[in-house]
């Protein structure tokens, strides 16, 4: 991946334990929508295989490591901490999903006392020094929600937010024959609510963290967005099904002539232009 062209590869949710994940079928295409519905519920072969890889993976670029739950788990900051724990001598950063909306109750761990338990629980497993530590947030939030993770993330010094994660939401002009299926919607459906929120999480922290846009980036139009709205890096994934990894140069070169029109030398002081 990192030799496509992306400047950093985040790889998971991982779990504690190994899990099959939700019945198949559980990813859907929606191609008239350009757009991805899955409901994959966090499958993967667990902690200790992917330390396995990791510790035979020659070091290079930037790799970050997503974080979750085991679906059976009830004390969840405990699956987070372990994971989180486990896999930071191989992190350039962590991050812990608590926004998918494929594992039952999940997303209710960015209620405030859940998230400031859950931040507490993993930075004592980390100890110091340790990679970065970002959370991962869904695009369904109310404004309640956001007012009250950005207090939380900038009162428990979180390194930063990835914003967001699938929504749950079914616009009304959905056209695909799977539109109606369960789980996360992704792709260009989701570009406007996702960078809504991102707008309003970085008018909330002050431009004080970092924030990684994801929703909807299919361009470097799209990708300038965001980064105008407030991310200082970007995400994609749901593009790659559609333009194939080409897309990735395509978007380099434009977001470069976009900086160049408006008048920035580097990429940094575009970040949160649109609030300036």
Do not use: W
Not at 44 to 60: C, F, Q, T, Y
Not at 197 to 222: D, K
Not at 249 to 265: K, N, S, W
């Amino acid at each position: 991946m990192l030799a496509l062209g992306f400047g950093f590869v985040e790889g998971g949710s991982v779990t504690p334990r190994p899990q099959a994940g939700n019945p198949r079928p559980r990813l859907f295409r929606l191609p008239q929508d350009a757009a991805v519905i899955n409901r994959m519920g966090f499958n993967n072969r667990g902690v200790a295989a992917v330390v396995e890889r990791l510790a035979d993976r020659k070091r290079r670029g930037i790799l970050g490591i997503n974080v979750g739950k085991n679906k059976e788990t009830e004390d969840a900051a405990a699956d987070y901490a372990l994971g989180a724990a486990v896999l930071a001598p191989y992190a350039d950063y962590l991050v812990c999903n608590v926004s998918s909306p494929n594992t039952p109750g999940l997303r209710a761990l960015q209620e405030r006392e859940r998230l400031i338990a859950l931040v507490g629980r993993v930075r004592a497993a980390l100890g110091t020094p340790h990679p970065p530590l970002l959370l991962k947030i869904a695009p369904d939030l109310t404004p309640d929600d956001m007012r009250d993770i950005a207090e939380v993330a900038v009162a428990q010094a979180i390194d930063g937010l990835i914003i967001a994660n699938t929504t749950i939401a079914r616009p009304p002009d959905l056209k695909s024959r799977y539109k109606s299926e369960a789980g996360g919607l992704s792709g260009r459906p989701l570009f406007v609510p996702s960078t809504t929120v991102l707008r309003e999480m970085y008018r909330l922290t002050g431009g004080r963290l970092p924030l990684i846009g994801v929703g909807g980036i299919a361009s470097g139009g799209n990708a300038y967005a965001k980064i105008r709205a407030g991310a200082s890096l970007v995400q994609l994934y749901t593009a790659l099904v559609y333009q194939g990894p080409g897309l990735i140069a395509e978007i380099c070169r434009d977001l470069a002539a976009r900086l160049r029109a408006d008048g920035f030398t580097v990429l940094r002081q575009a970040v949160g232009a649109d609030h300036r």
